[in-house]
């Protein structure tokens, strides 16, 4: 599966829209963004996949270039709560051999939403 | 709907003792993939199970083994415990060839 590149840390005012990018430049056709969070040890809370279109939830927007190569995920109005580590993942899925659906994590980008 | 059941929350093993782990996926999925979580880093994947089969694994040695039931609840087993298998280990859901996966909060493993 691909690599991703994600800045270590950001600081996002709460309040304000949280722009975490994530750069992806060797996908390929068949595999998807995913992003998860991960708040203080708990379990990867999922959060948004999509393969090229931009995708819109009740947690967050992500915008993926018409190249594919980079995304970035919004959090409109980010609050003290979405403090956690947020990871950018790219991954096969579904295809005919049935080859796994494993993630590979990277080390992410701590997000830290200040008051 | 409960979303992606783990137990125990915590355990704490001697070295050398064997453990087991237990996950039931979402409703509607029928695929588990085990990750384990040492402090201050990502989860690494262990290995998958579909149909009661292991389908997939990763860097990790013969102690680690799982099981997957008819139910498609599934197990993770760790043999001759060491040290450095203290970490929060992860269960995934998925449903074969779905796009979404879900994890579970996690068993806390201390070895000590």
């Known amino acids: 599966d691909a690599k991703t590149t994600q800045p270590p840390s950001m600081d996002c005012a709460e309040g304000r829209a949280a722009n975490l990018p994530c750069n992806h430049s060797?996908?390929?056709?068949?595999?998807?963004v995913y992003w998860y969070r991960q708040i203080h040890s708990q379990g990867p809370q999922y959060i948004i996949h999509g393969l090229k279109n931009n995708e819109t939830n009740e947690m967050a927007s992500l915008i993926i270039t018409e190249d594919r190569k980079s995304s970035t995920l919004i959090l409109p109005h980010a609050t003290l709560r979405d403090t956690a580590v947020y990871y950018c993942?790219?991954?096969?899925?579904?295809?005919?051999?049935?080859?796994?659906?494993?993630?590979?994590f990277g080390p992410g980008t701590r997000l830290s939403v200040l008051p | 709907d409960a979303g992606v059941t783990q137990s125990p929350t915590h355990l704490i093993k001697t070295r050398g003792q064997q453990v087991t782990l237990r996950c039931s996926p979402k409703?509607?999925?029928?695929?588990v993939s085990w990750y384990q979580q040492a402090l201050g880093q990502g989860p690494q994947f262990i290995f998958q199970y579909y149909e009661e089969e292991e389908r997939q694994r990763g860097n990790f040695p013969d102690r680690f083994s799982g099981h997957q039931f008819p139910n498609y609840s599934s197990e993770l087993n760790v043999n001759a415990l060491l040290l450095g298998d203290s970490a929060l280990y992860l269960c995934?859901?998925?449903?074969?060839?779905?796009?979404?996966?879900?994890f579970g909060q996690g068993t806390r493993l201390t070895v000590v």
């Open positions: 995934a859901s998925s449903r074969d060839r779905g796009t979404e996966a879900f």
């Open positions: 993942i790219v991954k096969r899925v579904g295809l005919r051999d049935n080859y796994g659906q494993n993630f590979v």
């Open positions: 060797t996908i390929s056709g068949n595999e998807y």
């Open positions: 409703s509607g999925h029928d695929t």
